[in-house]
């Protein structure tokens, strides 16, 4: 299920956010964020349940700070739902799956 | 309720230090310890519990160099797993311990045991001033190890006067260019030797006698609003960053009128054990204790809960059904 979450970054950023019909959900994360790692495998999850309905990215924060900077991230986890490249909802703070959903699927 | 294949012996509920030695005890004992560990979250509400959100543990023993807070955990739940606790990686949202076997949902989901281990650990606090809530994510981070690296070259402030809030503001030292210390007291409760660390940090600058009033900035954190306590005069700190370590709270609103609790909330043992108001529900780590709170302190109160629940199982194999399923103060 992995392969299903890109990877973006500062260069490739805005041509893969535009692409695809389904919204993205942006993963601001790094390496040293234990609730970061918390969330991944639920996102990988979220990724092969919804598959079709909504396409999840990652930024690392680390390697590319310009983009975490441009969407004022100052706290990770940070995810952002982006459609047609717009950003439309911002959740922050790892949360259990039930609760992601529950924020996500009113999107979707 | 019978005893059906599905009543559990030991239900663990939490799992930081105390609730995985729990698990690694009761598991030992073949009493296939279920746990329910909590789901994510960027509190210290989560599983592995405090010790996720911190970087180096200096004063664990047995552990030479120190060790990381989210390794030292993920070997605890290894070990404990090793040897057949089963994990639910989920929030328990309501218990009935009113009853045998025992009961704890998950939403609608309903587990059984014929005893059950508390170990919900505590919680940061928060300052619960206006805009805190409003600024969480914009500067205002309940996560240090998380989000230092966003206040790179930044003034930010660090509120508290223990061990965590020396940590937290030494820590952040490394990304931040000064890391204002607000603590409501002029001495700090704090180690010494993290008291020292501290002192001699030129980074860290200290301003006592003060609390913080209020949280300032539209879009992020610009300053704080600090009120001196002995003049009442108030001023603002311009920061970019507030990170809170003022202390603890224990979660034990699940238990609310089922088992005794201080007024403060923690949970009241009996003396010397880790035993509860109900027989056959025990209490182990911070969720019980407002004294220690410390990693080696929840993980010995964690093995006292295990031998507490293995030798009181025992007892119930011999007692007649009517006793066994009498629940009984002590």
Not at chain 2, 228 to 243: P, Q, T
Not at chain 2, 254 to 266: E, I, N, P, R, V
Not at chain 2, 305 to 310: C, G, K, L, T, Y
Request: contains cysteine; proline residues 4%.
């Amino acid at each position: 299920m992995s392969t299903s979450i890109a990877t973006l970054t500062d260069a490739t950023f805005d041509e893969q956010i535009v692409q695809g019909d389904e919204p993205v959900l942006v993963d601001f994360w790094a390496e040293w964020c234990g609730p970061c790692k918390a969330i991944a495998p639920i996102l990988e999850e979220i990724a092969g349940e919804r598959q079709g309905k909504i396409r999840i990215a990652k930024v690392d924060v680390d390697a590319n700070l310009e983009i975490a900077r441009r969407f004022e991230v100052m706290s990770i986890p940070t995810l952002i739902l982006f459609k047609d490249g717009a950003p439309q909802l911002r959740l922050v703070g790892a949360k259990g799956k039930g609760q992601l959903l529950q924020e996500l699927d009113a999107f979707l | 309720m019978t005893d059906g294949p599905d009543v559990r012996d030991v239900i663990i509920v939490g799992s930081g230090p105390a609730g995985l030695t729990a698990a690694i005890y009761t598991a030992r004992a073949n009493l296939r310890p279920l746990v329910i560990e909590g789901e994510a979250s960027s509190s210290s509400d989560q599983p592995g519990g405090q010790l996720m959100l911190t970087t180096e543990v200096e004063n664990y023993p047995g552990f030479v160099d120190g060790i990381m807070g989210p390794e030292l955990m993920a070997n605890f739940r290894g070990q404990a797993a090793r040897f057949g606790a089963d994990f639910l990686t989920a929030k328990a949202t309501r218990v009935d311990f009113s009853s045998r076997p025992f009961g704890i949902w998950v939403g609608d989901e309903g587990y059984q045991a014929k005893s059950v281990i508390v170990s919900t650990g505590a919680r940061a606090l928060m300052l619960d001033v206006p805009n805190e809530q409003r600024l969480l994510g914009h500067g205002v981070s309940t996560c240090a190890t998380c989000d230092g690296f966003f206040f790179r070259e930044l003034p930010i402030a660090v509120v508290g006067g223990g061990d965590s809030a020396l940590e937290e503001a030494i820590f952040l030292t490394k990304f931040a260019s000064k890391v204002t210390l607000i603590h409501r007291r002029r001495e700090l409760r704090a180690s010494k030797i993290m008291q020292e660390r501290a002192r001699r940090n030129d980074k860290i600058e200290f301003l006592w006698d003060s609390v913080v009033v209020d949280v300032l900035g539209e879009s992020s954190v610009s300053g704080v609003r600090v009120r001196n306590v002995n003049s009442g005069e108030e001023s603002d700190v311009a920061v970019s960053g507030l990170f809170v370590a003022i202390g603890h709270v224990p979660n034990t609103d699940l238990f609310k009128g089922q088992l005794d609790m201080a007024d403060t909330g923690y949970l009241i043992t009996q003396p010397g054990s880790t035993r509860t108001n109900v027989e056959g529900v025990f209490a182990s780590g911070d969720v019980q204790d407002d004294v220690y709170r410390q990693a080696v302190t929840a993980a010995g109160s964690g093995c006292m809960a295990a031998i507490d629940a293995e030798r009181w199982l025992e007892t119930q194999h011999d007692a007649p059904p009517d006793i066994a399923q009498t629940p009984r103060n002590w």
